[in-house]
């Protein structure tokens, strides 16, 4: 499984690099450790995807600046006191509260990076056309509908849609069943 780039940021960049030695060592993919938002924005860019884990303050940008400047595809996890949880509540960030419990911040990277990947998986899959012949079918299910029961077209094409969703099965399998009951 791949995982997320990770970038740690924190005022003091001694504290930056005890945390990314331990998350590298916990396997986690940690690319950059830094004590600025404008080090941490400049690796960020080159990044389809990550998660920086920073504090309340850098040397250069508080945490909330830091979120607008980073792209969205990036995710922030903010290590602090439960003060500042408040000041960044609604703004798409993650808090872990100090003391940092490394258990806690690791928990916390493994449910982000799930969540990204499975945002990749969606976003990398399409829902499958219909062939021609099942775009066949549905039309003449419906021609029929309009036919046997003074329905418009778009009533035919609900009501064939809402008995596919009440019986589970497909519009074109739905379709299949409306013209066996109507020799179609």
Known sequence: MVTANII???????????????????????????SSGAF???????????????????????????????PKSIKIVMVAS???WNEV??????FV????????LTETLHMIEETQLIRRKNKNTKPKGRDKK????????????????NMTEEEAHKYIQKCSMDSGNSMVETAGMVLSIYGG
Request: glycine share 4%.
């Open 40 to 70: 941490a924005i400049s690796t960020a860019d080159h990044l389809d995807n990550g998660i920086v884990v920073c504090g309340y303050k850098l040397s250069d940008i508080v945490c909330t600046e830091l979120r607008e400047c980073l």
């Open 97 to 104: 509260p100090v003391p940092l419990k490394m258990q806690a």
């Open 134 to 149: 099942e775009q066949e079918l549905i039309q003449t299910a419906k021609h029929l509908l309009m036919e046997q029961n």
């Open 82 to 84: 439960e003060t500042h």
């Open 8 to 34: 740690v940021a924190f005022p003091k960049i001694e504290d930056a690099r005890k945390i990314k030695s331990v998350l590298s060592r916990g396997g986690f993919n940690v690319v950059a450790a830094c």
């Open 89 to 94: 509540r609604d703004l798409d960030i993650v």
